[in-house]
């Protein structure tokens, strides 16, 4: 027996010589043996704001301004839209064979309905002419391809090719027409041929036979635009519906959190040459409870954009658009428990009919928007409940008359926190609690009349627990600290919490021995 009580007290002495090592201080707690009591540290918590609110969505981040006072950013998806689905349009009509049927053939373009496109720039692209002579043309012929919209350096395109008679094959010319300006007139371009025969220079008319294929035709191919210009039409400008996830409350279990000033922000970045009005078809709060509150304000229904002049080509205009408590009921739906933030904003390019704006595109025109919600870390919070955890080792202690566990806090927020502890199991069942009750031990720190730290509140407790109780619970190997939040004054002061400020737990634990 006296064999075996020395080789538990060298086990004792040993697990206080290995956390020795890892150097903890628990606040005074005694690490000497005194007769058959030994005073062992259990673990060492912290918890602060900035990490209990941490965001895990990659949309969210955390701003900590130069006097640490925190604000949390939720932000939507990105929607984009380019200038691409007009060009493609026009795009998609000019790159089949165009059989030219006269010698003068009118070809008509359809850009997207209610736009007139009069001028377009063509980055890359090639003009090809063919030409397959039928068999009552027994004579070389010259062909002068003419383009008289299609202009670089103010000359139109013209280009001159030979076609022999009785070839197998078609006569295949390609030519570059990067860089030049396509101007379109009446939604139509023209295709001129001059066809002649080089004996005589008598000019011809082709005829188009199409059971053979044999005539002329011009295809343009890989065709780029870099710009277009015209009136733009008036047409919804779509986007997608997104919804924004406001994973603050992730961990809130009871009670509630409310904010000051919180906001939301729609960003809009416009390098499209013409006005657009946004149009918001949805924006809602919904809350943890599945409640939606319909966000309401007098700017919602008119949502101008900022767009660039004729004279301003390649300049990005942004507008943001601020809703707080003054414009909005922002201030109350979000202070309602906040789970998400559904919106969906679409656009109405020139919403001013009269107006007739001549505008303009590039092929690097986008339409960007993005909604942002800011949580400031500046209100009030009752019961805010969260939950951390924390490894534990008990198993080595098997006879014990008595365990006392000591917790030495420290609140450096403005916040008061009550605690409780459970003992958990690997799969995280609990087992036990360390109070029999939940039980406020900190009191928030002092503030100013700004609502300011000016100090930090500490305090010491004691848990004694049974052999039966701890017997119970010493196989368990996890504990998880419960921190119950609420601000001082009962949660009706705002107070300012920062990214340094803490509530830091130690808790060691007295065991007597049997």
């Not at 932000?75 to 795009?91: E, H």
């Not at 503030?447 to 848990?463: L, S």
Request: charge should be neutral; aromatic fraction near 10%.
């Amino acid at each position: 027996m006296i064999q075996n009580y020395f080789k538990y007290k060298l086990l004792v002495i040993s697990l206080i010589a290995i956390t020795a090592c890892q150097k903890w201080d628990i606040y005074g707690v005694d690490t000497s043996g005194m007769g058959a009591e030994y005073a062992i540290p259990i673990l060492e918590g912290k918890t602060s704001l900035q990490e209990v609110l941490r965001p895990f969505d990659q949309r969210a981040f955390f701003e900590i301004a130069p006097d640490g006072l925190m604000t949390l950013y939720y932000k939507g998806q990105i929607q984009a839209r380019s200038s691409l689905d007009i060009f493609n349009s026009i795009q998609q009509q000019l790159i089949v064979p165009i059989p030219l049927q006269d010698s003068v053939t009118q070809i008509p373009v359809k850009p997207p309905t209610g736009v007139q496109v009069t001028k377009t720039l063509i980055k890359t692209g090639e003009l090809t002419a063919l030409c397959w002579l039928p068999s009552q043309f027994t004579e070389v012929l010259d062909i002068t391809i003419y383009a008289p919209q299609l202009k670089k350096n103010g000359q139109a395109f013209s280009r001159t090719f030979t076609a022999y008679p009785n070839s197998p094959i078609p006569s295949l010319n390609r030519y570059d027409i990067s860089g030049y300006n396509l101007v379109a007139q009446n939604d139509s371009i023209f295709l001129i041929y001059d066809a002649r025969k080089r004996s005589n220079n008598e000019r011809v008319v082709i005829p188009l036979n199409t059971s053979t294929g044999r005539g002329i035709a011009i295809q343009l191919n890989n065709l780029v635009f870099s710009y277009a210009e015209g009136w733009l039409g008036q047409s919804p400008f779509q986007t997608d519906r997104d919804t924004i996830d406001i994973d603050f409350f992730d961990n809130w279990k009871i009670g509630e959190v409310k904010f000051v000033n919180p906001s939301v922000d729609i960003t809009l970045d416009n390098s499209f040459g013409f006005p657009v009005q946004a149009i918001a078809r949805a924006a809602n709060v919904i809350t943890i409870d599945n409640q939606t509150l319909a966000l309401r304000s007098n700017i919602l229904n008119n949502l101008v954009v900022n767009y660039p002049t004729l004279q301003e080509i390649g300049q990005i205009k942004r507008t943001v658009i601020h809703f707080d408590k003054n414009n909005s009921n922002i201030d109350s739906i979000i202070n309602s428990n906040p789970a998400k933030f559904d919106y969906w904003i679409e656009g109405l390019t020139n919403p001013d009919t009269s107006r007739r704006v001549i505008g303009f595109l590039t092929d690097s025109s986008f339409f960007k928007l993005q909604v942002e919600v800011r949580l400031p870390v500046w209100g009030t919070a009752k019961n805010f409940e969260v939950t951390q955890e924390y490894p534990l080792q008990l198993s080595n202690y098997d006879k014990v008359d008595y365990v006392e566990f000591k917790l030495n806090t420290q609140n450096e927020m403005p916040i008061g926190v009550g605690l409780q502890g459970y003992f958990m199991t690997e799969n995280k069942t609990i087992v036990d609690s360390l109070y029999v009750s939940a039980k406020p031990i900190l009191a928030g720190a002092p503030i100013d009349a700004a609502g300011n730290v000016t100090g930090a509140a500490k305090q010491t407790a004691f848990i004694k627990i049974d052999a039966a109780k701890f017997a119970k619970v010493r196989n368990c190997t996890k504990m998880a600290l419960k921190y119950n939040f609420a601000t001082t004054g009962n949660a009706t002061i705002p107070v300012k919490v920062r990214s340094q400020q803490q509530v830091k737990v130690q808790i060691g634990m007295k065991v007597g021995l049997k």
